[in-house]
């Protein structure tokens, strides 16, 4: 990782920032995805059928109240056939909702129940009720229609009884849907508060080791040039990096280098008094190396070539020699 450009380990921090974000987003919305099936199958499953039940349950017994009709006006034709009619309706309104409720249960014990409640409907209370009809409009003997009314009371109970227990347990099917639902919210939030969390975290770590892989070597190389400013040159970086940081630091220690060895190696060896030595410019811009050049070069015009002519030609009482350069300053 220290090894990568500052702007790769700066994109790779980004990189990692945007991928938390996208995952935190995603498990977000495939939980809400997952909460809202939930629901959605709560409702088709266990809500929208309780509707028909209900109807169920309702129709039977007003199905009910007119057979009792058919007992109490018997011999009354117009009664009766009010009664008929009503049954016709009734029934057919039992029959849809009995159908659309029938395909929602699952539990094969509460399909069997309603499967047998069927049955006694179709094969007795229906054939039983509509024979009421037709004894109601013979007048028939009031015995003889109670003994018929008895006869589908059982179908009746049986049908209404069953189709009340199936509906409680759609009630209950449906509370434990909406209390799954309810868990479910709560592990998919606890999930992301955690994932969060954990993101969080990651991030700060992460953050604090590209910072510290920036800010610390930069540190070092602030305090380099602050020594160097100083005179001070014996402080070296040495970092084994391979990014834009690895080459700066390289290059102060091989600055740092060079001043020490060749400025001021060869500014003590001037002091000494030894200008044999050989200063190659780096480039047309060395101007250190340069100054330093021509610092050695004047030194040596003037002591050695033309000064040391001119001394030489004084001690052999020779004074018309004179200095062939326009020297500055003390010189």
């Known amino acids: 990782m220290k090894n990568l450009k500052v702007s790769m380990k700066l994109l790779v921090g980004f990189g990692i920032m945007v991928a938390l974000i996208l995952t935190i987003s995603l498990i977000s919305v495939f939980s809400l995805l997952?909460?809202?099936n939930t629901y959605s199958d709560v409702i088709v499953r266990h809500a929208m059928?309780?509707?028909p039940a209900i109807n169920v349950v309702g129709n039977i017994q007003a199905m009910r109240s007119e057979t009792r009709n058919c007992v109490i006006f018997s011999g009354n034709k117009d009664k009766v056939r009010e009664a008929k009619t009503a049954l016709d309706?009734?029934?057919k309104e039992f029959e849809d909702s009995a159908q659309s409720f029938g395909k929602s249960i699952v539990s094969p014990d509460a399909k069997a129940k309603?499967?047998?409640?069927m049955r006694q409907y179709n094969e007795v209370y229906?054939?039983?009720?509509y024979k009421l009809v037709e004894e109601g409009e013979k007048n028939a003997p009031l015995a003889e229609m109670i003994e018929l009314l008895a006869a589908i009371k059982d179908a009746s109970d049986l049908v209404t009884n069953t189709m009340v227990e199936v509906s409680d347990l759609k009630v209950e099917n449906l509370v434990q849907s909406s209390n799954d639902c309810t868990n479910q919210s709560k592990n998919s939030v606890a999930l992301m508060v955690v994932i969060l969390v954990v993101s969080v975290v990651i991030a700060v770590i992460f953050g604090v080791y590209i910072s510290a892989l920036i800010s610390k070597p930069l540190g070092v190389t602030v305090n380099m040039i602050n020594e160097m400013s100083?005179?001070?040159l014996d402080m070296r970086l040495r970092l084994d990096r391979q990014d834009e940081i690895g080459v700066m630091a390289k290059t102060m220690d091989n600055f740092a280098d060079d001043l020490q060895?060749?400025?001021v190696g060869n500014?003590?060896?001037?002091?000494?008094?030894?200008?044999e030595m050989n200063i190659e410019l780096k480039d047309s811009k060395d101007e250190v190396s340069a100054a330093l050049k021509n610092t050695v070069e004047a030194l040596h015009a003037l002591i050695i070539d033309d000064g040391g002519k001119v001394l030489l030609a004084a001690a052999g009482k020779d004074m018309s020699q004179r200095l062939t350069r326009e020297y500055k300053g003390d010189y």
């Open 230 to 232: 100083r005179g001070h």
């Open 261 to 263: 060895n060749n400025v």
């Open 114 to 117: 309603f499967t047998e409640a």
């Open 34 to 36: 997952g909460i809202d």
């Open 126 to 129: 229906k054939p039983g009720a």
């Open 267 to 275: 500014m003590k060896k001037i002091s000494d008094g030894d200008l």
């Open 89 to 91: 309706r009734l029934s």
């Open 49 to 51: 059928p309780l509707n």
